[in-house]
């Protein structure tokens, strides 16, 4: 399984907490095709934080909850029980997200915001609950912010899978009325908003923090693993757009690099680094 420890970072007055709903080390060639153990293993800063000596990687699937100005927001909410999913060990899982999270300090009922950074099957999950047969709203106090780029992507797509998510992770809270479409640039709080970081989705997110001279950000998927900071032209097999995704680390690591900016990768595990200029690529230095 993985790592259940409990971290928590200060960004000035605002708090972050990753809450863990799975964690695994594993080959990530499935995942971005190019990042064989050999490929991970030409990345000499990877292990021991990021990857072993076999080449396999580390990586989560986790929501981080943001305190900042009295309000809760959780960013992303995986995977989610009972729900059918292509990949098997995602499928009609009966896993303890809920009271874990309770477990942090963050019982359902207090969150007041769920933010989407995209609406791929891993970040979307415990948007819903299964109640008697029904999905219900998991966050019933939240309003739930998807950017309206991106529902416009989703909600135009046929497929299979596509249609199932919908109908049982993002329709059930559209019609209890709870969905807010936001623009990209969306102000959540004084110390917290969004930036539009496209490429894995045409309406993908991240979310910017900044308290008191501190800053922050929350990567969702622009980059899935911190090998991509030494490879930016690695893409992931679900970039809808590959070279935009490309362009978009690029110019995100570049921002970011040999600054005080706490980079928060939803994936990563270890979750948060500083990123640091390494020849014309990046690095990532971890924060534990």
Known sequence: MGWQALAMYE????????VVELASTS?????????TAEGVLEIPWLVPDYANEQGK????????????????IIVDTCLGNDKPRAV?????????????????????ESIDTVLCTHL???????????VDGQWVPTFANARYVFTEKEWEYWSAQTDEEDVTLRSDSIQPVI??????????DHQLTDEVWLEHTPGHTPGHVSVRIESNGARGVITGDLAHHPCQLARPEWSSSYDVDAPMGIATRHK????????DVL???????????????DGDVWRLEPVR
């Open 57 to 72: 990687v580390n990586m989560t699937i986790r929501s981080l909850i943001i305190e900042s100005q009295g309000k809760t």
């Open 175 to 184: 019609d209890a009325g709870l969905v807010d479409l936001v623009a990209t």
């Open 263 to 277: 980079v928060m990768g939803t994936h990563w595990e270890p979750c948060a680094g500083h990123i640091h200029s």
């Open 11 to 18: 960004i000035g007055d605002v708090r972050v907490t990753p």
């Open 27 to 35: 080959a990530v060639h499935w995942l971005l095709t190019e990042a």
């Open 88 to 108: 098997e060990y995602w499928s009609m899982r009966q896993g303890p997200f809920l009271e874990d999270l309770a477990a942090a300090g963050f019982p359902a």
């Open 252 to 259: 995100f690591f570049g921002g970011n690099a040999d600054t």
């Open 120 to 130: 791929h099957v891993d970040h979307v999950g415990w948007n819903t609950k299964l």
